[in-house]
């Protein structure tokens, strides 16, 4: 033993205390232990009532019992396994659990032991697994889209539903969210366009887009689509009007009359002085694509042919021209050249311009005696001709006596020039004039005139007051003393290029009316061309061509025109050479009665309706219109009524409602079928179901439209009475009726 501290000393009595109780252990081990000699000691009935005797190598010993620790007989405490942690001891999403001797584990909530038991110990390999709350098709709700979480769950609405009254995600057992139907309702209108067809307003919904007539696409999206805000996207189409700009120009043809640049406009045109277009009238179209259409003719220059040069009357010359259908006026180009019997070279005279047309003209030049001369003949600009040429020589002087003979030649359409044969300067002569003239194209219209006229000049001229497109023969007297001499010429005038109709108006839709600028009381012969088109009918095309007499100064005339139709009237005074366009519109009437197959309805589902398309008659069919109406109302309605309102926008359901709008371009060529109450949109009408027990009557109106008039027709589609469903809604109902019944059962068990 060592020493104590230094200042201190140990008493006996403590030494033999200790060693005292060295004894006493030795003898109890020695007990234990069982040596031979030693007392038998019972060591199982010392052991802890927590601790277990065991005999292990001939001994007997006190063992703790699991889950406790100590040394068996006098300690044997409860050992805390969950002292490491729920996570070391019982696993993931666990809380463990102590117990005198054991423990036990407990899943946390949303888990699930594996062993299906509520607690377990994991020395069997039970974990806690994640319950699929989700399994549950119910747990969110109507709409609701259940997702699972690591011990828990989700709720999101699903697509087409939007959350309303709570926040999203939600959880059921403590959120108020209810998931509603996205409904974005009617879609938003575009500036001169239209929804084709129906359409739904669910999410992911569309509705196309199309521009109206005498409208073109120039930009943007024709779809507009339901998105999951519950609102349309904002349509991109841009309708703009359609407008082909100016006419193309078409060379050598001038554009005639008045014209726009608006669908189905028409320009007309006219080839230019001695050009001529073959293959028929040339014109050009607005079409829907905002572009003129392609012209298919063109004016093409007309050569004109002089044969059959001959001489009459020593110095007058006459000829021919072809092709025939040359019939304006020609200027003439004569050029005149003489040659003197002891000249080497021709010596330019004079060049003659000569006007008229004549198929076979000619003229008389003022040509000295016994002379040769060579003339050439050609088509003055903008015509052309291969120039005839011709030389001759007049006769000498002793050959000329004055015998009173002379020649007539014509200068500037109505003037003539009488050229005597004689080249001595005589005494006054008197001439007497007689003029008679009869238009081709009117059998009963003369013009007759007599004067006379002296004169010394050898070559006098006279000019007459003839009129326009007249056919005259003017016989020509020299009064003598002796044998009178007399010639004749036949002279036909031009028609004139001054404009002889004014103040040209229409009345009574087809009625024309204008001011005639001719000579009073003198008759005249009008020629119409009337050429009609429909814009909404690309086959039709109405043409009359036909010419009426009048000497009013205001005449007018009423004409025989198709309703519904764009017309383009051409006037022309045949002693003119410049005709009036002028353009007119006839309104339009009611469209044909719509084609329908009557029903009456009672008591069981609607059946299917088929809608026919018909035919464009008297203007464009515009839309088609399911009515519905309290069948009380039916003999007093109007067809024509304006009035009537959407479903949700009636006041109330005695007035009716329009159940559908679709436009004539979405119905097909055959047929199309259409279900009253099928809950969707068409155009920007609500197809509502039927209220059952009413009593209705469904119409369909035809609507035509255009040039800012509307006309209707209707008939009478069928007449409901006890109103029931289709088969459709009945399925709806029938739902409903099970979710009442449900919803009184619960609250009669409540009540119990």
Same mark, same amino acid.
């Given at each position: 033993?060592?020493?104590?501290?230094?200042?201190?000393?140990?008493?006996?009595?403590?030494?033999?205390?200790?060693?005292?109780?060295?004894?006493?252990?030795?003898?109890?081990?020695?007990?234990?232990? *069982?040596?031979?000699?030693?007392?038998?000691?019972?060591?199982?009935?010392?052991?802890?009532?927590?601790?277990?005797?065991?005999?292990?190598?001939?001994?007997?010993?006190? %063992?703790?019992?699991?889950?406790?620790? *100590?040394?068996?007989?006098?300690?044997?405490?409860?050992?805390?396994?969950?002292?490491?942690?729920?996570?070391? %001891?019982?696993?993931?999403?666990?809380?463990?659990?102590?117990?005198?001797?054991?423990?036990?584990? %407990?899943?946390?909530?949303?888990?699930?032991?594996? /062993?299906?038991?509520?607690?377990?110990?994991?020395?069997?390999?039970?974990?806690?697994? @994640?319950?699929?709350?989700?399994?549950?098709?119910?747990?969110?709700?109507?709409?609701?889209?259940?997702?699972?979480?690591?011990?828990?769950?989700?709720?999101?609405?699903?697509?087409?539903?939007?959350?309303?009254?709570?926040?999203?995600?939600?959880?059921?057992?403590?959120?108020?969210?209810?998931?509603?139907?996205?409904?974005?309702?009617?879609?938003?209108?575009?500036?001169?366009?239209?929804v084709v067809g129906s359409y739904s307003s669910t999410l992911g919904g569309q509705a196309h887009y199309s521009c109206k007539e005498g409208f073109l696409s120039v930009s943007g999206d024709r779809i507009s689509r339901c998105t999951a805000l519950g609102v349309w996207e904002p349509p991109k189409l841009h309708c703009q009007e359609i407008s082909?700009?100016?006419?193309?120009?078409?060379?050598?043809?001038?554009?005639? *009359?008045?014209?726009?640049?608006?669908? *189905?406009?028409?320009?007309?045109?006219?080839?230019?002085?001695?050009?001529?277009?073959?293959?028929?009238?040339?014109?050009?179209?607005?079409?829907?694509?905002?572009?003129?259409?392609?012209?298919?003719?063109?004016?093409?220059?007309?050569?004109?042919?002089?044969? @059959?040069?001959?001489?009459?009357?020593?110095?007058?010359?006459?000829?021919?021209?072809?092709?025939?259908?040359?019939?304006?006026?020609?200027?003439?180009?004569?050029?005149?050249?003489?040659?003197?019997?002891?000249?080497?070279?021709?010596?330019?005279?004079?060049?003659? /311009? +000569?006007?008229?047309?004549?198929?076979?003209?000619?003229?008389?030049?003022?040509?000295?005696?016994?002379? /040769?001369?060579?003339?050439?003949?050609?088509?003055?600009?903008?015509?052309?001709?291969?120039?005839?040429?011709?030389?001759?020589?007049?006769?000498?002087?002793?050959? &000329?006596? @004055?015998?009173?003979?002379?020649?007539?030649?014509?200068?500037?359409?109505?003037?003539?020039?009488?050229?005597?044969?004689?080249?001595?300067?005589?005494?006054?002569?008197?001439?007497?004039?007689?003029?008679?003239?009869?238009?081709?194209?009117?059998?009963?219209?003369?013009?007759?005139?007599?004067?006379?006229?002296?004169?010394?000049?050898?070559?006098?001229?006279?000019?007459?007051?003839?009129?326009?497109?007249?056919?005259?023969?003017?016989?020509?007297?020299?009064?003598?003393?002796?044998?009178?001499?007399?010639?004749?010429?036949?002279?036909?005038?031009?028609?004139?290029?001054?404009?002889?109709?004014?103040?040209?108006?229409?009345? /009574?839709?087809?009625?024309?009316?204008?001011?005639?600028?001719?000579?009073?009381?003198?008759?005249?012969?009008?020629?119409?061309?009337?050429?009609?088109?429909?814009?909404?009918?690309?086959?039709?095309?109405?043409?009359?061509?036909?010419?009426?007499?009048?000497?009013?100064?205001?005449?007018?005339?009423?004409?025989?025109?198709?309703?519904?139709?764009?017309?383009?009237?051409?006037?022309?005074?045949?002693?003119?050479?410049?005709?009036?366009?002028?353009?007119?519109?006839?309104?339009?009437?009611?469209?044909?009665?719509?084609?329908?197959?009557?029903?009456? +309805?009672?008591?069981?589902?609607?059946?299917?309706?088929?809608?026919?398309? +018909?035919?464009?008659?008297?203007?464009?069919?515009?839309?088609?219109?399911?009515?519905?109406?309290?069948?009380?109302?039916?003999?007093?309605?109007?067809?024509?009524?304006?009035?009537?309102?959407?479903?949700?926008?009636?006041?109330?359901?005695?007035?009716?409602?329009?159940?559908?709008?679709?436009?004539?371009?979405?119905?097909?060529?055959?047929? &199309?079928?259409?279900?009253?109450?099928?809950?969707?949109?068409?155009?920007?009408?609500?197809?509502?179901?039927?209220?059952?027990?009413?009593?209705?009557?469904?119409?369909?109106?035809?609507?035509?439209?255009?040039?800012?008039?509307?006309?209707?027709?209707?008939? +009478?589609?069928?007449?409901?009475?006890?109103?029931?469903?289709?088969?459709?809604?009945?399925?709806?109902?029938?739902?409903?009726?099970?979710?009442?019944?449900?919803?009184?059962?619960?609250?009669?068990?409540?009540?119990?």
């Amino acid at each position: 033993m060592g020493r104590g501290p230094r200042g201190t000393r140990r008493s006996p009595g403590c030494g033999l205390q200790r060693l005292l109780r060295l004894v006493l252990l030795l003898s109890l081990a020695r007990g234990v232990s *069982g040596e031979p000699g030693t007392e038998d000691v019972d060591v199982c009935a010392t052991c802890h009532e927590h601790a277990t005797c065991q005999q292990k190598e001939g001994k007997r010993i006190c %063992i703790c019992n699991y889950g406790f620790w *100590g040394n068996g007989r006098t300690r044997c405490v409860d050992k805390d396994e969950c002292q490491f942690g729920a996570t070391v %001891i019982c696993g993931n999403h666990t809380s463990c659990h102590n117990t005198p001797g054991g423990f036990y584990c %407990i899943c946390h909530e949303g888990y699930r032991a594996t /062993n299906n038991n509520e607690t377990f110990i994991p020395n069997d390999g039970t974990f806690c697994a @994640d319950i699929d709350e989700c399994e549950d098709s119910g747990l969110c709700r109507h709409g609701g889209r259940c997702v699972n979480t690591p011990g828990s769950f989700a709720c999101y609405c699903m697509e087409g539903y939007v959350a309303k009254n709570g926040p999203e995600p939600f959880h059921p057992r403590t959120d108020a969210t209810s998931c509603t139907e996205i409904d974005c309702g009617i879609p938003p209108e575009v500036p001169e366009g239209y929804v084709v067809g129906s359409y739904s307003s669910t999410l992911g919904g569309q509705a196309h887009y199309s521009c109206k007539e005498g409208f073109l696409s120039v930009s943007g999206d024709r779809i507009s689509r339901c998105t999951a805000l519950g609102v349309w996207e904002p349509p991109k189409l841009h309708c703009q009007e359609i407008s082909c700009g100016s006419p193309p120009e078409i060379q050598n043809a001038i554009l005639v *009359g008045n014209h726009s640049s608006r669908q *189905g406009s028409v320009a007309h045109y006219d080839c230019q002085e001695g050009f001529e277009s073959p293959g028929g009238k040339i014109t050009s179209v607005c079409t829907e694509k905002g572009a003129w259409s392609e012209i298919t003719y063109a004016c093409t220059e007309i050569m004109i042919e002089i044969h @059959d040069v001959l001489v009459f009357n020593d110095t007058c010359v006459r000829w021919q021209i072809s092709p025939e259908r040359v019939n304006a006026r020609i200027v003439y180009l004569i050029r005149v050249e003489r040659q003197q019997p002891d000249a080497a070279e021709s010596v330019y005279e004079e060049t003659v /311009n +000569v006007t008229t047309d004549s198929r076979t003209p000619e003229v008389c030049l003022h040509l000295q005696q016994g002379t /040769n001369y060579t003339i050439s003949i050609s088509a003055a600009p903008p015509r052309r001709s291969v120039p005839a040429i011709l030389g001759f020589q007049t006769p000498e002087d002793d050959l &000329l006596e @004055d015998d009173g003979l002379f020649n007539i030649s014509v200068f500037n359409e109505t003037c003539l020039t009488l050229s005597r044969h004689s080249r001595q300067v005589g005494s006054e002569q008197m001439y007497q004039v007689e003029v008679l003239g009869q238009r081709w194209y009117l059998e009963s219209s003369y013009h007759a005139a007599l004067f006379n006229f002296t004169t010394r000049d050898r070559a006098p001229e006279v000019c007459l007051d003839l009129y326009p497109a007249t056919d005259y023969t003017i016989n020509i007297t020299l009064l003598r003393p002796t044998e009178p001499r007399s010639a004749q010429i036949t002279i036909t005038t031009s028609v004139t290029a001054k404009q002889t109709i004014a103040n040209i108006s229409v009345y /009574n839709d087809t009625c024309l009316r204008w001011s005639s600028l001719k000579t009073a009381d003198v008759l005249e012969m009008y020629l119409f061309h009337i050429w009609g088109q429909r814009w909404y009918q690309k086959a039709f095309v109405q043409e009359m061509v036909f010419n009426t007499t009048s000497s009013s100064q205001d005449p007018e005339i009423c004409l025989d025109l198709h309703q519904g139709t764009s017309y383009n009237v051409s006037l022309q005074a045949l002693s003119s050479a410049l005709p009036v366009v002028i353009y007119l519109t006839t309104q339009i009437t009611e469209p044909p009665l719509p084609e329908v197959d009557f029903f009456t +309805v009672r008591g069981r589902p609607l059946p299917r309706f088929t809608l026919r398309k +018909v035919k464009e008659i008297n203007g464009p069919i515009s839309s088609y219109q399911v009515l519905v109406l309290p069948l009380s109302l039916q003999s007093t309605f109007s067809c024509d009524s304006e009035g009537m309102t959407s479903f949700f926008g009636n006041t109330s359901p005695a007035d009716g409602y329009v159940a559908a709008e679709i436009l004539a371009s979405d119905v097909p060529d055959d047929t &199309l079928e259409i279900s009253i109450g099928d809950r969707l949109y068409y155009g920007e009408y609500y197809n509502a179901p039927l209220k059952t027990g009413n009593e209705y009557c469904i119409l369909l109106r035809i609507t035509s439209e255009w040039n800012k008039v509307r006309r209707y027709s209707c008939a +009478v589609w069928a007449e409901v009475k006890d109103s029931s469903l289709t088969a459709q809604q009945m399925v709806g109902v029938g739902l409903g009726s099970v979710a009442f019944v449900t919803i009184l059962a619960f609250f009669s068990f409540s009540a119990v």
